[in-house]
């Protein structure tokens, strides 16, 4: 049987984004899953808790969930984490975030685009481990070579992929 979400095929609006504040109001009242395009300038080794783990210089994707608040988890990204919790906050002490992409569900789907994305870049590009401690994916975090596979992705690949196909996205690009 298909899925119903089959016969919404309609790509999702992409709102477009360059001032953070606009960009975190639209997303008020809103939960769902964000993807980072994150830009680190030099290798690094990034410790935390349960020990190390080598991030080379480049670009990559970061996906992760925000089932409370959508504004608050990006605001987080775009003025920097004051408390260091999560892997990617370890991350951007190294890097800096180029671009967030934010898809409003009431589903967690962060995982689906995780498996989707490892599927296409192949499980060799995600750094083991990474944001994926609480889930059973081998990563939430991926070595892109082509920082304009992002838009590839959004443009419809993505939501045939993880059979979700939402009304409209929000990104904001530095």
């Known amino acids: ?36 395009l994150v830009e680190v300038s030099k290798n690094a080794e990034i410790r935390y ?6 991030v080379n210089s480049g670009f990559y994707i970061y996906i992760g969930s925000a089932m409370a608040t959508l504004s608050g988890r990006v605001s987080r990204y775009i003025r920097g984490p004051e408390n260091i919790h999560w892997h990617i906050d370890r991350l ?3 890097s800096k975030v180029n671009k967030i992409v ?26 083991a481990g990474f944001g994926s401690t609480d889930c059973g994916c081998p990563s939430h975090l991926f070595f ?6 992002i838009e590839k992705l959004l443009k419809e ?16 690009s530095y």
């Open 1 to 36: 049987m298909l899925s119903k979400t089959l016969f919404n095929m309609t790509p999702p609006i992409i709102n477009y984004y360059t001032d953070p504040d606009e960009f975190t109001d639209a997303l008020k009242g809103k939960r769902g899953f964000y993807i980072l």
């Open 144 to 149: 892109i070579s082509n920082k304009g596979l």
């Open 157 to 172: 690949e993505i939501w045939r992929g993880i059979d979700y196909f939402p009304e409209e996205i929000f990104c904001l």
């Open 102 to 127: 934010a898809v409003p569900s009431d589903r967690r789907l962060e995982c689906r685009v995780a498996q989707f994305i490892g599927g296409i870049l192949g499980w060799s590009s995600g750094v």
């Open 92 to 94: 951007l002490l190294y």
């Open 49 to 54: 808790m349960k020990g190390e783990m080598s």
